[in-house]
């Protein structure tokens, strides 16, 4: 009979809510050994987004437990997870989010993953709540992480006993935003996972997180003030092309930054690569409709993100049919 023990892989999106509910699923394994797995484990963990979950697990070996966290469903990653499959017919495959899109293709998780948890909270939210159905006790400590994101994803007011837990949360993720660095990524979930209150996380002080998140919140204030003054009218939407001003991550951030000085709903263009367009819409309770519409018209490659932000992925020579599409629409929205 071999000793080995079980290899879990989790992987989870660089923003903080993925950031939680990746420290949730590791504290579960690690520390409570009841979930993914009933019983000690390795555990693997590693921050993904959508495109770059796909090209690992086309060439991943085959996990005991595969955890896939906060990453939206679209249609590489159902590939590669049929694929998976197919490769990894005993694996055992969660998948926990809560993006539209996901919700959208719910249907093509049945049967392909053991566990397809797609809900209306935060992804951390979702996950300590099926650890705990599990058998799991979390800490105190990680249950206020968890609520912490699902007030900030609520865009309610934080208590003041949390206003602290908080600022750590937003300084991580800005923080990421900001130097998108794999080994900050994983300190930050074992910090967050253990149950021992540590003061830093491990080979990075508070004080360089807080530093990092004040430079990107300068920069995106800074690069805000300037392209808000470019902005063009499009039906309802302030339209700003900032392709040749705006690399790398963080534009989602500077579209809510644009929303915010501009006091209008917001459609912000960047680069997507490989001749694409990311078109990026600010409207509260009605961007993912919008977007919605791009792909339902097939211009749109890819589209993700929530009620009042949406992400459409579209071929550059398609963008001014796009936009003139947006502005026909607006009004009835």
Known sequence: ?????????????????????????????????????????????????????????????CYDALVILDIPLIDPVLSVLRTYRSGCGSSRIIYIDHHITSHEKLEDLYGLVDEPLIGYVPTSRIALDRAVSAGFKPSERLRSFVEAVHLMDQGLKIPSNMISLYRVVSGISKALASKKDPSLWRRAVEWISSPIPLPNIPGESMAEIARLAREADKRIKEEANLLAISAQKLGIFKYIDARKRWKGRGASALASALYRKLRNPVILCVAGGEGHVLLITRLPGKAYRVIRILRESGIAVNVGGHSSLGIARIPENRLGEALELLRRISYSL
Do not use: C, H
């Not at 993925?18 to 797995?37: E, H, L, M, T």
């Open 1 to 61: 009979m071999s000793s080995r023990l079980p290899l879990v892989a989790v992987f989870g999106d660089w923003d903080a809510d993925g950031i939680i509910a990746s420290a949730v699923i590791v504290s579960s394994q690690r520390y409570g050994n009841v979930y993914p797995i009933n019983g000690e484990a390795l555990i693997e963990y590693t921050p993904a987004e959508p495109l770059y979950l796909s090209r690992v697990l086309s060439k991943s070996k």
